[in-house]
């Protein structure tokens, strides 16, 4: 059984920086995808940013491209998001999850990832 295992959130202030990582209990396969979705009460959860296992391909949403980025380490098989300049909309519950074979077109899909994490909270503590 898969599991993804969050970590690395926290109260931080607007314009800081933060780190999450995402940790695989199995090494993820040259065509899986790992992504970074975030939700905020009442709302859908929604897409961040994905990296492919294999190739290192990376994917933003337009909200947080230029501020965030998705690295891995495959040694670890983790996946982090480092997040620079911190807005107070980015405040939210963020997830990360696996998807396999997901294409460029559909991998900010969220229907085409599964093995969610438990979720690590980024809280605005200005």
């Known amino acids: 059984q898969v599991q993804l295992v969050e970590s690395g959130g926290g109260l931080v202030q607007v314009g800081g920086s933060l780190r999450l990582s995402c940790a695989a209990s199995t090494r993820p396969s040259t065509s899986d995808s790992v992504g970074w979705f975030r939700q905020t009460p009442g709302k859908e959860r929604e897409f961040v940013a994905a990296?492919?296992?294999?190739?290192?391909?990376?994917y933003y949403a337009d909200s947080v491209r230029y501020r965030f980025t998705v690295s891995k380490d495959m040694a670890k098989n983790t996946v982090y998001l480092q997040m620079n300049r911190l807005k107070p909309e980015d405040t939210a519950l963020y997830y990360c999850?696996?998807?396999?074979?997901?294409?460029?077109?559909?991998?900010?899909?969220?229907?085409?990832?599964?093995?969610w994490g438990q979720g690590t909270q980024v809280t605005d503590s200005s």
């Open positions: 990296i492919r296992w294999s190739g290192g391909g990376t």
């Open positions: 999850a696996r998807a396999t074979g997901a294409i460029t077109s559909t991998i900010r899909n969220i229907d085409k990832y599964s093995h």
